[in-house]
């Protein structure tokens, strides 16, 4: 089983719909979980970041985390056409001394917002 | 906004040669990595650097590549001998504390030929 896992789409949606963005993981010392973006060719983005289980919002975008299924959303409200990017879910032990911090990707999914 | 720059933007090289790839972290940040993305691919931890030391690093950092934070400012990859499945985006990322956000810089495509 891949430590990440991220449907990679492509996903193309009109514009002003909810998109939901979702990714698994098997890796139960994860705790810290992360958004980025990431356009053609550019470095990733970060969105949103979040500890342990619960949900956050800031804007247009929230992100949840349900760390008992090892499950983690992101959800992009009133989607604009300067959404369309790849969206890549991302997590990290946060420091435990086997695993320091280093952030673990998905594949990344790939998203159009249509006009 | 404070970020994190990279340079060169783009670094065409022979197979063999030896390349520096340089990062200018957030000036406050604690914690430096490089990550990797082959083309197509997704984005791979290198190594992580902390205290003027490694902390952690993958199994794709073997000894063709080092790290060092020359001065107070810069971070370096060095790679001493290109290979063709080097060929990839390299990007740069810091962080202020362990467990904290880390922000990556625009990256560095490098291109073996």
Redesign the interface.
């Known amino acids: 089983q891949k430590e990440v896992e991220q449907d990679p789409g492509p996903l193309s949606v009109p514009e002003g719909a909810i998109v939901s963005l979702n990714c698994t993981y098997s890796n139960s010392a994860f705790q ?1 979980f ?1 958004w ?1 973006r990431q356009y053609s ?6 969105l949103m ?1 979040t500890y342990s289980s619960g949900n956050k919002e800031d804007g247009r975008f929230t992100a949840q985390v349900d760390k008992s299924s090892k499950y983690i959303s992101l959800f992009i409200r009133d989607s604009q056409p300067s959404d369309s990017a790849t969206y ?1 879910c ?1 997590m ?1 032990a ?2 435990l001394k086997t ?10 999914t790939s998203l159009s917002v249509i006009p | 906004e404070p970020e ?1 720059t ?1 340079t060169p933007s783009h670094q065409v090289t022979q197979m063999g040669q030896e390349v520096i790839l340089r990062c200018v972290p957030i000036s406050n940040h604690l ?1 430096f ?1 490089w ?1 990797r993305q082959i083309l197509g ?5 290198l190594v ?1 650097f902390y205290n003027n030391e490694i ?2 690093k ?1 199994e794709i950092f073997d000894d063709q590549f080092s790290v060092e934070r020359p001065d107070g400012s810069n971070f370096t990859l060095k790679i001493r001998s290109t290979k063709l499945e080097d060929s990839a ?1 390299y ?1 740069c ?1 810091s ?1 202020p504390g ?2 904290s ?7 560095t ?1 490098l291109t073996v030929t």
């Open positions: 810290y992360m980025y060719r550019k470095g990733p983005e970060l970041y890549l991302a990290s946060g420091g695993s320091y911090d280093k952030v673990i990707f998905g594949p990344g | 994190v990279q914690y990595y990550y691919q997704k984005v791979e931890f992580s902390s952690e993958s985006m990007f990322a962080s362990l467990g956000e880390q922000y990556f810089g625009p990256g495509r």
